[in-house]
């Protein structure tokens, strides 16, 4: 892997130093070509090319598909990662005294919409980290046969976490419980396959780790649940017949029995070439080379810092570390003014490293650390 000549192709490291994709990554100089490729044809053309449009919906769709060992009736294209999780939410026809599984470390679009549904009977049971990992006991523990859904991210956002998807999978399965995650800090950092991981759901967007831009989210349902689960929302995208337009009034439905039902209407065609073309790139770089890279990375960063509040161990962390730092807000600002770019969460510096980020990135970030403590 030529890391310079990577970097070449990303515009914006050559005014800063990013360390944060764990909040939104930079582009690909040819993401962003494809995108504005898009609405320049669109702006030309109006949309006399819309199957095309919908052609390459659909080689996006199997794109995605392929990098997650989904097949493409498993993905639905959505706005964000929430929407994908309140879906969830919102399809699984609940019944009083069913709980719910997840944690205390979790982002809040995968917490809300959980303890949204306590108005119908849900218990939501928050299992509590431990000195910021998620022990399989205590996981166990709070599983049990009133549990319909565990739902936890596969990286946590602030302490960078790795969850063993795996591991919770087969302990769903005793108890008949689906498992939905939220894999946004883990996909394309490192590799996630829906069948190995034994994942039901999964929820992500396209901003961060995928390298894509905000505005598409992706959403993964197993293809034995397509038929059971309704859709909470409806519209002419969920229709198997959707390119039947004189229909006006249409009050009987038949639905696609892909997860295509999840979408309900147009599209961000534009951004969703962006992340096809961004996908193109890591798919050719490998999930494997790039995990390898992402690890190696933030091993530099632990093995270089004392306050890490991240676990050391490879297969329980990927691209996010956590430096405790009394007062980060004010040294992530300090940085920013710098042009290093990361983030104040939880008490301390999360340095988020992809794969084209450089031990001297990293160098520079601890430099600029030590300074803003000496001062
Ligand atoms: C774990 C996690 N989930 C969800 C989100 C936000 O999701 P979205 O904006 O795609 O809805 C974030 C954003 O930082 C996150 O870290």
Same mark, same amino acid.
């Given at each position: 892997? @030529? ?57 996006? *769709?199997?794109?995605?598909? $392929?990098? !997650? ?10 706005? @964000? ?19 719910? !599984? ?16 306590? @108005?119908?009977? =849900?218990? !939501? ?17 709070? #599983? ?10 596969? =990286?946590?956002? +602030? ?13 769903? &399965? ?9 894999? #946004?800090? +883990?996909?394309?950092? %490192?590799? =996630?396959? =829906?069948?190995?991981?034994? #994942? ?60 295509? &039902? ?27 080379? #790039? ?23 490879? &297969?329980? *962390?990927? +691209? ?15 940085? $920013? ?13 999360? %340095? ?6 450089? +031990? ?16």
């Amino acid at each position: 892997m @030529n890391i310079s000549k990577i970097r070449d192709r990303i515009p914006a490291l050559r005014t800063c130093t990013h360390l944060d994709c764990a909040a939104v990554s930079p582009f690909f100089q040819d993401t962003i070509t494809e995108m504005e490729t898009f609405l320049h044809k669109r702006a030309e053309e109006a949309c006399f090319d819309y199957n095309s449009w919908l052609e390459m919906l659909e080689e996006s *769709r199997d794109m995605v598909a $392929r990098f !997650v060992n989904a097949s493409s009736d498993e993905i639905a294209f959505m706005l @964000n990662t929430t929407e994908g999780l309140n879906t969830v939410a919102h399809m699984i026809p609940w019944k009083k005294g069913d709980s719910v !599984v997840t944690s205390d470390l979790e982002f809040p679009s995968n917490s809300l919409p959980w303890f949204n549904l306590q @108005n119908k009977g =849900v218990v !939501v049971r928050q299992v509590q980290n431990v000195k910021g990992e998620l022990l399989m006991e205590d996981i166990e523990k709070a #599983i049990d046969d009133t549990t319909r859904l565990v739902s936890l991210s596969f =990286v946590q956002f +602030g302490n960078g976490f790795r969850c063993d998807l795996k591991e919770v999978s087969s302990l769903c &399965k005793e108890h008949d419980s689906f498992l939905c995650s939220d894999i #946004i800090q +883990g996909l394309g950092a %490192v590799p =996630v396959d =829906v069948q190995e991981m034994g #994942i039901d759901f999964f929820a992500t967007a396209s901003y961060k780790w995928l390298m894509g831009p905000l505005g598409v989210g992706l959403f993964f349902i197993k293809k034995e649940y397509l038929e059971e689960m309704d859709p909470p929302y409806l519209g002419w995208f969920s229709l198997k017949d959707y390119e039947n337009f004189n229909r006006p009034g249409l009050r009987e439905v038949e639905l696609s029995d892909t997860a295509r &039902k999840f979408e309900t209407g147009g599209k961000s065609f534009a951004l969703i070439g962006g992340l096809r073309k961004s996908l193109e790139i890591l798919s050719e770089i490998g999930a494997k080379a #790039i995990e390898k890279r992402v690890l190696d990375l933030s091993q530099y960063i632990i093995d270089s810092c004392d306050d890490v509040q991240t676990p050391s161990d490879r &297969k329980r *962390r990927a +691209g996010i570390v956590n430096i405790r730092l009394p007062g980060s807000e004010k040294v992530a600002e300090v940085l $920013r003014k710098q042009n290093i770019i990361c983030s104040a969460r939880m008490n301390g510096i999360r %340095v988020s490293t992809h794969f084209w980020n450089t +031990g001297e990135d990293i160098d520079k970030l601890l430099h600029g650390i030590k300074a803003c403590r000496e001062s």
